[in-house]
């Protein structure tokens, strides 16, 4: 099996495949305190692994995470998309904005344009996000785009979180 990533555009921003090139900011964010709610900090050798795993989960379950690239500086801003390791309940819609990108509204955009993707294209008909108690922005982020608390859950690594359901695409219209 191959797969194609899309590539996806907004006015701001590029959602595109993860490269190489993506790989020292993506390792920068995974190296910092901030990466606490996905399991980090992350050593460079794990930070490359997790990359890795990113990438091939595209030719795993036909879906995964773009790199976010903002247009005018051309930089790689932050990563967002679907995310289903072994274990989970179903795809997560999840969202990352690097060091120096946030507060600009880029989070917001660029995941509910991967939500858009999945439900246009892919014909899903609800996602969820799956959010660390402590990470208020992301909660903040999720309610904005209309996602509901749904429970909370033990991930299969023990780490406690908080599971947002997002609206079916029919309710957004």
């Known amino acids: 099996m191959s797969v194609t990533i899309p590539t996806i555009e907004t006015e701001r921003l590029t959602l595109r ?15 910092s305190d901030r990466s606490v709610g996905v399991g ?45 390791p072994e274990g989970w309940m179903e795809p997560e819609l999840g969202w990352i904005v690097y ?39 992301s909660i903040a982020l999720a309610e904005r785009m209309g996602a509901t608390f749904e429970r909370k859950w033990e991930t299969p690594s023990g780490h406690q979180a908080l599971i947002y359901r997002h609206p079916a695409p029919e309710a957004l219209q």
């Open 99 to 137: 060091q120096g990108f946030e507060g600009k509204g880029i989070a917001l955009e660029a995941a509910m344009t991967a939500r858009n993707y999945a439900y246009q294209t892919m014909g899903w008909v609800t996602t969820t996000s799956v959010i660390s108690p402590d990470n208020l922005r």
């Open 40 to 84: 980090g900090p992350f050593n460079r050798g794990d930070a490359w692994r997790r990359f890795a795993t990113f990438i091939g989960h595209w030719e795993l379950r036909g879906y995964g995470m773009w790199s976010v690239v903002e247009k005018a500086s051309g930089l790689p801003v932050g990563h967002v998309g679907f995310w289903n």
């Open 17 to 31: 495949a993860l490269v190489a090139n993506d790989f020292d900011a993506f390792a920068d964010f995974h190296a």
